[in-house]
């Protein structure tokens, strides 16, 4: 029989693309696979609900209780009385305490058996553990941020940044299977907590994304139509800089944003566009599908990620927007983190690395890039890189030899 294995994730299905693609890889490669994934947020609904009737595996949605906030609230009273009087926290009262559907994911995940469980954030970790000791099965985890480098300032922070490092440091040593998707964040976890450097898995998307054919620049006279999107529009994605570098910049650059606007911040943004005389050239969209960000950014001439240095996971990260952008076959901007950095400098034509605290300097890579040899050439270099290096084709073999590893290691298989 084939083995089986049990995705865990805090997450809405629609709100974590890599878990779909896992999930899909190891349906593909023969293991049985169960996703339970969260369904509390109401406007993932109906794409939750999208995805689940496609999916060829069994997915389990769990709510979260009113109940559950109170019992986070009363973890966080007790973790803080013991963290001031120097006293350790108890693993169980760290994961209520940093938040999470912790106790309804725990049920769920008891109540299905397989012989590997791997953990997509840090609250499902203990979910994941108590039902891998539950069935004698495997734990394995799957870091797509450093979740321990999340932290901003303040004592709120530093509190929730401890109990994240319990949970951690807690289950990682016993997890068989570690993924992580930038190869700087699989560095800083094996740093941290003395465990084997995980698999690093990038955040790249199926060539059957991919639009069939090269889409030419429709930008007329040496122009560009920029384009970014999130989950959510916000204040911290180095959007203002680049609406300075517009603002700046000789060539006639527009700026699409696409993401919810729930917390105004697109408006904040659209105001500042306007005072910067740039009211007619930066429009908010609605949020699409997941599966359609690719095709959507076809359209433009260049995709933007803008990553801050505000915490140390920020800096370690490679968002999924790069390559997005990079399988549509447009080329990508991005801030200077040393992630992005470090890939920048295997993208050659089809990435600029820019700093968001010198707009002038941005201005003047925009200012390039409108030429439309630099252009041209830059769109081909990103499709060629999407095609042959920067999709999940390509890269869904390493996150499969990684599980195969860990269950020849128990004496599972895959198929």
């Given at each position: 029989?084939?083995?089986?294995v049990?995705?865990?994730?805090?997450?809405n299905?629609a709100?974590?693309p890599?878990?779909?693609?896992?999930?899909?890889?190891?349906?593909?490669?023969?293991?049985?696979?169960?996703?339970?994934?969260?369904?509390?947020?109401?406007?993932?609904?109906?794409?939750?609900?999208?995805?689940?009737?496609?999916?060829?595996?069994?997915?389990?949605?769990?709510?979260?209780p009113?109940?559950?906030?109170?019992?986070?609230?009363?973890?966080?009273?007790?973790?803080?009385?013991?963290?001031?009087?120097?006293?350790?926290?108890?693993?169980?009262?760290?994961?209520?305490?940093?938040?999470?559907?912790?106790?309804?994911?725990?049920?769920?995940?008891?109540?299905?058996?397989?012989?590997?469980?791997i953990?997509?954030?840090?609250?499902?970790?203990?979910?994941?553990?108590?039902?891998?000791?539950r069935?004698?099965?495997?734990l394995?985890?799957?870091a797509?941020?450093?979740?321990?480098?999340?932290?901003?300032?303040?004592?709120?922070?530093?509190?929730?940044?401890?109990?994240?490092?319990?949970?951690?440091?807690?289950?990682?040593?016993?997890?068989r299977h570690?993924?992580?998707?930038?190869?700087?964040i699989?560095?800083?976890?094996?740093?941290?907590?003395?465990?084997?450097?995980?698999?690093?898995?990038?955040?790249?998307?199926p060539?059957?994304?991919?639009?069939?054919?090269?889409?030419?620049?429709?930008?007329?006279?040496?122009?560009?139509r920029?384009?970014?999107f999130?989950?959510?529009?916000g204040?911290?994605?180095?959007?203002?800089?680049?609406?300075?570098?517009?603002?700046?910049?000789?060539?006639?650059?527009?700026?699409?944003?696409?993401?919810?606007?729930?917390?105004?911040?697109?408006?904040?943004?659209?105001?500042?566009?306007?005072?910067?005389?740039?009211?007619?050239?930066?429009?908010?969209?609605?949020?699409?599908?997941?599966?359609?960000?690719?095709r959507?950014?076809?359209?433009?001439?260049?995709?933007?990620?803008?990553?801050?240095?505000?915490?140390?996971?920020?800096?370690?990260c490679?968002?999924?927007?790069?390559?997005?952008?990079?399988?549509?076959?447009?080329?990508?901007?991005?801030?200077?983190?040393?992630?992005?950095?470090?890939?920048?400098?295997?993208?050659a034509?089809?990435?600029?690395?820019?700093?968001?605290?010198?707009?002038?300097?941005?201005?003047?890579?925009?200012?390039?890039?409108a030429?439309?040899?630099?252009?041209?050439?830059?769109r081909?270099?990103?499709w060629?890189?999407?095609?042959?290096?920067?999709?999940?084709?390509?890269?869904?073999q390493?996150?499969?030899?990684?599980?195969?590893?860990?269950?020849?290691?128990?004496?599972?298989?895959?198929?």
């Open positions: 029989m084939p083995a089986s049990c995705l865990v994730s805090t997450g299905l709100s974590n890599r878990l779909i693609k896992e999930a899909d890889a190891l349906h593909g490669a023969g293991y049985r696979v169960t996703v339970i994934a969260c369904d509390y947020t109401a406007s993932f609904r109906d794409y939750d609900d999208a995805i689940e009737r496609a999916a060829p595996w069994k997915t389990v949605r769990v709510p979260r009113p109940a559950e906030r109170l019992t986070g609230i009363a973890a966080r009273a007790i973790g803080r009385a013991l963290d001031a009087v120097g006293l350790d926290v108890p693993v169980r009262v760290a994961a209520h305490a940093h938040g999470g559907p912790m106790t309804s994911l725990r049920t769920a995940a008891l109540a299905e058996p397989a012989d590997l469980y953990a997509h954030y840090v609250p499902a970790l203990p979910a994941a553990a108590a039902a891998a000791a069935h004698g099965a495997l394995g985890y799957d797509e941020d450093f979740h321990s480098g999340e932290g901003q300032g303040g004592a709120s922070e530093e509190f929730r940044m401890e109990m994240v490092e319990r949970i951690e440091e807690t289950f990682l040593p016993s997890c570690l993924t992580a998707a930038s190869p700087l699989a560095r800083a976890y094996a740093a941290r907590y003395g465990v084997v450097e995980p698999v690093s898995v990038l955040n790249v998307f060539l059957a994304m991919a639009p069939a054919a090269d889409t030419p620049s429709s930008t007329p006279g040496g122009g560009l920029a384009y970014w999130s989950q959510t529009i204040l911290d994605r180095g959007l203002q800089s680049f609406l300075q570098a517009m603002a700046r910049a000789e060539a006639r650059v527009s700026l699409d944003i696409r993401g919810s606007n729930r917390w105004g911040h697109g408006d904040t943004l659209l105001a500042e566009a306007r005072a910067l005389g740039l009211g007619d050239r930066v429009r908010l969209l609605p949020m699409e599908r997941p599966d359609e960000m690719v959507l950014a076809a359209h433009y001439d260049l995709g933007l990620s803008l990553e801050t240095d505000a915490t140390q996971s920020r800096r370690l490679l968002t999924n927007k790069i390559f997005t952008y990079l399988l549509a076959g447009i080329p990508v901007m991005m801030s200077d983190t040393p992630a992005q950095r470090e890939l920048g400098s295997r993208l034509a089809a990435g600029s690395v820019i700093s968001l605290a010198d707009p002038q300097g941005m201005a003047v890579s925009l200012d390039r890039l030429r439309p040899e630099v252009l041209g050439q830059a081909q270099e990103a060629r890189l999407g095609r042959e290096r920067y999709n999940w084709e390509y890269e869904r390493f996150l499969l030899q990684s599980v195969a590893r860990a269950l020849a290691g128990r004496g599972g298989q895959a198929a």
